[in-house]
């Protein structure tokens, strides 16, 4: 099956599904849901991928599948009136089966295309964390996570630490109940020759996402090539846009995490800056509403062991679960290893290590990444960043992630 029209087989895995949806073939990324309110997903077009094969053609009621592949009637020689008794009797099962209680709601994390965030990516398509209780949620970006918790689409997303921050000074009640990866060289800003220094930059147009980290890295750019903000055009980009926009011609550099960096650069762009040059700023981390933490604390603590056993597993067979991985942000797996070196991946017992004791690591970070944020007007406030800070969640899950 083809994606559909607009979408390339990256973008079209990323399409959320319906409410009570059937999983996504698992170690299909390229996968997408139909959207016709059927049950099945449809493949993306890479490869062979046998749990979405088929015709797409679904059965009659009542029918079921011969070893020809033929549909036939459930009961052949059964008589009507034998089969219409036996349909009552279901139908009354099924309605007194559903005077218990309902259905529990499953918690949705959104994961947006960056390399720091997939054990949790891994964790769902392992079967790493119960299903009935947690769903990774693909989005295109992190604009769209932010969206999704604003909305209430989703209960939880990974986020950097800049985009927490934004979050919180808007008054939404959120707290961070993880780190999960450092950038060391992830995010970077890559440029089209003749652009080869930040300085360079003076003039020219450059593609960034309405992010944090984004103006984030933007803001550093500019100050290592001593420029102004008005010394270049800034033009806003969403990541699952920015690679048409480079090979369009219309932008001079992009402001981009990886896997967008990798492609830019295999598109011929080179890095003139990445975060190698602004170390501890760009942070990731695990953010969940506060109700939901009050209310549904044992399923984020599942949430937070599906993180440690996603990352053990990457851990234990890299080059396997980078052969899985790629092909979903279309990268070979040697593209992927290679960026897994500007990554600093953290485990649960880091986390719970840097949210204890009087001067908490993340909360002096946070400190000093508002302050770059206010600087730039994108927070107002100057609150006590580590009140943000949710460390119980990972010490319970610490023992249930082995």
Not at 345 to 357: H, W
Request: aromatic share 4%; proline share 5%; charged share 20%.
């Amino acid at each position: 099956m083809r994606c559909a029209p607009g979408y390339s087989p990256a973008a079209a895995n990323r399409i959320w599904p319906a409410e009570g949806a059937t999983a996504r073939p698992k170690g299909c990324r390229h996968a997408r849901w139909t959207g016709d309110g059927g049950t099945a997903w449809h493949h993306g077009g890479r490869g062979a991928c046998p749990a979405a094969a088929g015709d797409g053609v679904r059965p009659r009621p009542g029918a079921a599948m011969r070893n020809d592949g033929i549909w036939q009637p459930c009961c052949p020689g059964v008589p009507g009136r034998m089969m219409r008794l036996c349909v009552c009797l279901v139908c009354m099962l099924l309605l007194l089966s559903g005077c218990g209680e309902p259905p529990r709601a499953v918690l949705r994390v959104g994961v947006s295309p960056w390399v720091g965030y997939d054990p949790l990516v891994l964790a769902g398509e392992l079967g790493l964390v119960d299903a009935r209780r947690v769903r990774v949620v693909e989005v295109g970006s992190s604009s769209e996570s932010l969206r999704g918790l604003r909305n209430g689409v989703l209960e939880a997303a990974a986020l950097t630490l800049d985009e927490a921050l934004r979050l919180a000074d808007e008054g939404m009640a959120i707290r961070i109940v993880a780190l999960l990866s450092l950038s060391d060289g992830a995010d970077a800003v890559v440029a089209r020759p003749p652009v080869a220094t930040p300085a360079d930059l003076r003039g020219k147009r450059i593609a960034v996402e309405d992010s944090a980290v984004g103006a984030l890295v933007l803001a550093r750019v500019l100050q290592a090539g001593k420029l102004e903000r008005g010394d270049v055009s800034v033009l806003r980009v969403e990541a699952s846009r920015q690679r048409i926009a480079a090979g369009s011609g219309n932008v001079d550099a992009v402001v981009a995490y990886e896997p967008i960096a990798s492609l830019l650069r295999a598109d011929g762009a080179r890095t003139i800056f990445d975060s190698r040059r602004m170390p501890g700023e760009i942070v990731g981390l695990l953010v969940v509403c506060e109700g939901v933490l009050a209310e549904r604390g044992d399923d984020v603590v599942e949430l937070l062991a599906g993180w440690e056993r996603g990352l053990a597993a990457l851990r234990a067979d890299t080059a396997g679960h980078a052969a899985l991985l790629a092909p979903g942000i279309d990268l070979t797996a040697e593209q992927y290893h290679a960026i897994l070196g500007g990554l600093t991946f953290l485990t649960l017992g880091d986390s719970v290590a840097s949210f204890e004791g009087r001067a908490p690591a993340i909360a002096a970070a946070g400190r000093r990444t508002a302050e770059s944020l206010r600087e730039m007007g994108l927070i107002h406030g100057s609150g006590d960043w580590s009140a943000l800070l949710a460390a119980e969640p990972a010490r319970q899950a610490l023992g249930g992630a082995r």
